[in-house]
């Protein structure tokens, strides 16, 4: 069990326009998702922290109007790249935590290019 | 920011020969956990340590952990080649352990 999956994995758009993506806990209720994001050949840095039912907690310099996080069920998070930039082209990860538990179950992550 | 620093930032070995990466991190812990990524993928957990163990064993998997230098190290024995990927430790603070802190990562290359 504890299996995650996000789409798109691969998405390509122009600048000014918005990106929705999803992150699904496809066999466990996720109470807590988080958004991770990860440049070539560094590690992951976390963007914010996802609750159902409740607002998004953003990590200190990460815009939370720019990135969109809802958390409508205990199954599903989104991630809306509002107005891309290429700058914003990354690999975005997704992760969900069982309640209670400590360890983290990843999706396979979404590469964004904005052209 | 950043909690973990991992060395090495590379290492490639030899298939069948052991494989140890190394951890620090700064702060306090709840527990400690080590993931694995392959190339453009999602990180896939392997093992957690709490911040009251010294040592757990997974397999070919061995974990230590020592809070008095802050250290944990990360030893696969007899190594694959499907063991080549970048790994990474991840702290848990003792405030909001739900929240990860990950390090820069080991990139494993393990050579036929």
């Known amino acids: 069990g504890a299996v995650v999956s996000q789409h798109p994995s691969r998405v390509i758009c122009k600048s000014g326009t918005s990106v929705k993506i999803e992150c699904r806990s496809l066999?466990?209720?996720?109470?807590?998702m988080f958004w991770y994001r990860q440049f070539p050949k560094k590690s992951l840095m976390l963007m914010a922290t996802?609750?159902?039912?409740?607002?998004?907690?953003?990590e200190q310099g990460v815009e939370k109007d720019k990135f969109l996080i809802n958390h409508a069920s205990l199954t599903l998070s989104t991630l809306t790249v509002t107005s891309a930039h290429p700058e914003d082209s990354s690999f975005y990860i997704c992760?969900?935590?069982?309640?209670?538990?400590?360890?983290?179950?990843f999706g396979p992550g979404t590469r964004l290019t904005v052209t | 920011s950043q909690q973990g620093e991992e060395d090495p930032q590379a290492l490639s070995i030899q298939e069948g020969e052991n494989a140890t990466m190394n951890c620090s991190y700064k702060?306090?812990?709840?527990?400690l956990q080590w993931y694995r990524q392959n190339s453009g993928r999602g990180l896939v957990h392997l093992i957690l340590?709490?911040?009251?163990?010294r040592e757990k064993h997974s397999g070919r998997l061995r974990v230590t952990l020592d809070t008095s230098k802050k250290s944990s190290s990360l030893l696969i024995t007899a190594s694959r080649a499907a063991d080549t990927a970048s790994y990474f430790c991840?702290?848990?603070?003792?405030?909001?352990?739900?929240?990860?802190?990950f390090g820069q990562g080991t990139r494993l290359t393990i050579n036929p």
């Open positions: 066999d466990f209720q996720a109470t807590t």
């Open positions: 702060t306090s812990i709840n527990n």
């Open positions: 992760s969900a935590k069982r309640t209670g538990l400590y360890e983290q179950y």
């Open positions: 340590i709490r911040s009251n163990e």
């Open positions: 991840a702290t848990a603070r003792l405030q909001g352990a739900q929240k990860l802190v």
């Open positions: 996802s609750n159902e039912g409740s607002k998004a907690t953003y």
